[in-house]
T-cell receptor, first 113, second 110 residues
Framework: EPEVTQTPSHQVTQMGQEVILRCVPISNHLYFYWYRQILGQKVEFLVS????????KSEIFDDQFSVERPDGSNFTLKIRSTKLEDSAMYFC???????????FGQGTRLTVV | GQQLNQSPQSMFIQEGEDVSMNCTSSSIFNTWLWYKQDPGEGPVLLIALYKAGELTSNGRLTAQFGITRKDSFLNISASIPSDVGIYFC??????????FGAGTTVTVRA
């Protein structure tokens, strides 16, 4: 069964460092998303991406964040200068259409120290 | 973003019992989704609902899209130990992003 895959599963980084979280969405999906979940809290929307551009972003997704689809299979989230409060699980998701169900990856646990 | 109120926050149930949880919102959604999340894992889709009034089943799971489009419920019948986990509702509008509820933690007593 096709699935969304994310790497790495766990990333530890020092405050101020740049991190890139990687995702391979389901191959025939056109809509891509990043969500995050701070420990013990609900899942929060960060950004949606379609047709090689951001279609919507939340207030969390500030200038420190960027997304890219560098080739036909990968979808990345970059945090330019990490802060302690960026520590969270980051989930990538994809859907075939914008209004169909989104499938989530296993997540990357980001720990900023 | 839209605020979803999910209840109950947690529940302890006996194996074999039925479970019910619901989500309400002050604004309407076009789609309601129910996900289950195990510790350290990503949310796994259980049921998707696309029409007001729709009642959909997936094995022992049944979910309904409220007629007002502002609420949804999920029922689990005859719970088993592997039903343990956190269940999230999520609503979606035409902007396609999902707004999640705070989750219902289900613990099953054997």
């Amino acid at each position: 069964e096709p699935e969304v895959t994310q790497t790495p599963s766990h990333q530890v980084t020092q405050m101020g460092q740049e991190v890139i979280l990687r995702c391979v969405p389901i191959s025939n999906h056109l809509y891509f998303y990043w969500y995050r979940q701070i420990l013990g809290q609900k899942v929060e929307f960060l950004v949606s991406f379609y047709n090689n551009e951001i279609s919507e972003k939340s207030e969390i997704f500030d200038d420190q964040f960027s997304v890219e689809r560098p080739d036909g299979s990968n979808f990345t989230l970059k945090i330019r200068s990490t802060k302690l409060e960026d520590s969270a699980m980051y989930f990538c998701a994809s859907s075939s259409q914008g209004n169909t169900e989104a499938f989530f990856g296993q997540g990357t646990r980001l720990t900023v120290v | 973003g839209q605020q979803l109120n999910q209840s109950p926050q947690s529940m302890f149930i006996q194996e074999g019992e039925d479970v019910s949880m619901n989500c309400t919102s002050s604004s309407i959604f076009n789609t309601w989704l129910w996900y289950k999340q195990d510790p350290g894992e990503g949310p796994v889709l259980l049921i998707a609902l696309y029409k007001a009034g729709e009642l959909t089943s997936n094995g022992r799971l049944t979910a309904q899209f409220g007629i007002t489009r502002k609420d949804s419920f999920l029922n689990i019948s005859a719970s088993i130990p592997s039903d343990v986990g956190i269940y999230f509702c999520a609503g979606q509008l035409i902007d396609y992003k999902l707004s999640f509820g705070a989750g219902t933690t289900v613990t099953v007593r054997a």
